[in-house]
Each structure stands twice: as structure tokens, then as C-alpha cells.
């Protein structure tokens, strides 16, 4: 069974849309991330619930949204979409501090 | 910059040989940790090492942290094929809700047949 799991793996959109990556964990989990890996691997993380509640929120500029509805599930909302929001983006998860990571979804911005 | 550098940042060996990559981090950590990403792939963890720790083993990995020079190193003993990854170390504070890493800029290990 997937513990982590990120629809879609490939979102392929032009500049001004808005989009959506969703994000499911049946790991029974406390604690979801949203991370972004840039062309040269770097990750780095843009926010984190715990919960249902927002506690961290990296500097990410607002066109980010993230939303849980459940503590299961994490998801991410982008509006009007930039060609530097290309990337690969990341949910992930934690009961204590080790990380548990879903596939990533790579998202092209044309 | 927070993040941590590792070293190398590519590695190439044949299978069999021992790997050696190296992290370097410049804040206080009260643990440290090492993921594996394969192509294409999510991040996997391998193992975590706390500050007060100064080796630690698990199967063929064996990582060292040494905190007074801010650097951990992991070792991958007899590397096969299926090792081929890239691996990163990471650090943050964990507050007992959630860890903050950061991570390292990762090293490319490629195991040759």
C-alpha cells in the first residue's frame, strides 16, 4: 500500500493558471510538509500542518496556498502560475522527525 | 546560507567498494539525518543520528556525526548497483510537532558493475 501518495506526478500548464497538487498519507501521521526541488536538487521546505494547523510557513510568496482538511491530507494550491514555479514539489510526512516523502509531482510551467 | 554542503558531489565506484560522502552544516542540530533519492523518485530515509551520538550503524551504513566540527559523514560498505542514488543529509530542530530540515545539496552516487 502507498504511504504517501501526490496526484498528478505531471502537471503541465502555461503562465496565469492555477492549479492544484493533492497530497494523501495512510500512515496515521500528525504532521505534513510541502517541500520544492528546484533543477539542481536543492529542497527546500515551503510549509508544514500539523494536524490541520499551519506551523510552518517558509518564505513562499502567496500565490501558495496550502490546505488539510484532514490531518490525512495535504494540499496545494498555486495561482497564477509563474515559469519559476517549475519544479518538482514534494508532500511528505512525520510522526516523529523522520520524514516519510510521496513520489513528487513535476509541475512545467510553459 | 543554512544549508548544508556535502561532498562530494559526484561519486563514482564500482560495486563492491566502499562509498564516502560527507555534510558539513553551520547551525546547532539536535539531530541529523540521511535520505536517498533515487531518479525520479521521493525521498527515502536512512537513518538518523542525534547530537549526543557520535556513530551509528544500520545494515551496510554506518554514519558519524561529529558535532564540534559541525559534520557528519556516511559510509556505505560493499555498494551495489541498486545503491546508484543521490543522497542527502539533513538537519533542522525538531520540536516535537514537526522537523524543520534543511537539507544538504547532495551527493550523486553512481555504482558501476
Known amino acids: 500500500d502507498t504511504a504517501v501518495s501526490q496526484t498528478p506526478k505531471y502537471l503541465v500548464t502555461q503562465m496565469g493558471n492555477d492549479k492544484s497538487i493533492k497530497c494523501e498519507q495512510n500512515l496515521g501521521h500528525d504532521t505534513m510538509y510541502w517541500y520544492k526541488q528546484d533543477s539542481k536538487k536543492f529542497l527546500k521546505i515551503m510549509f508544514s500542518y500539523n494536524n490541520k494547523e499551519l506551523i510552518i510557513n517558509e518564505t513562499v510568496p502567496n500565490r501558495f496556498s496550502p490546505k488539510s482538511p484532514d490531518k490525512a491530507h495535504l494540499n496545494l494550491h498555486i495561482n497564477s502560475l509563474e515559469l519559476g514555479d517549475s519544479a518538482v514539489y514534494f508532500c511528505?510526512?512525520?510522526?516523529?522527525?523522520?520524514?516519510?516523502f510521496g513520489p513528487g509531482t513535476r509541475l512545467t510551467v510553459t | 546560507s543554512q544549508q548544508g554542503e556535502e561532498d562530494p558531489q559526484a561519486l563514482s565506484i564500482q560495486e563492491g567498494e566502499n562509498a564516502t560522502m560527507n555534510c558539513s552544516y553551520k547551525t546547532s542540530i539536535n539531530n541529523l539525518q540521511w535520505y536517498r533519492q533515487n531518479s525520479g523518485r521521493g525521498l527515502v530515509h536512512l537513518i538518523l543520528i542525534r547530537s549526543n551520538e557520535r556513530e551509528k550503524h544500520s545494515g551496510r551504513l554506518r554514519v558519524t556525526l561529529d558535532t564540534s566540527k559541525k559534520s557528519s559523514s556516511l559510509l556505505i560498505t560493499a555498494s551495489r548497483a541498486a545503491d546508484t542514488a543521490s543522497y542527502f543529509c539533513?538537519?533542522?530542530?525538531?520540536?516535537?510537532?514537526?522537523?524543520?530540515?534543511?537539507f544538504g545539496t547532495g551527493t550523486r552516487l553512481q555504482v558501476t558493475l
Open positions: 511528505a510526512s512525520s510522526l516523529q522527525a523522520e520524514q516519510y
Open positions: 539533513a538537519f533542522g530542530p525538531y520540536t516535537g510537532t514537526a522537523s524543520k530540515l534543511t
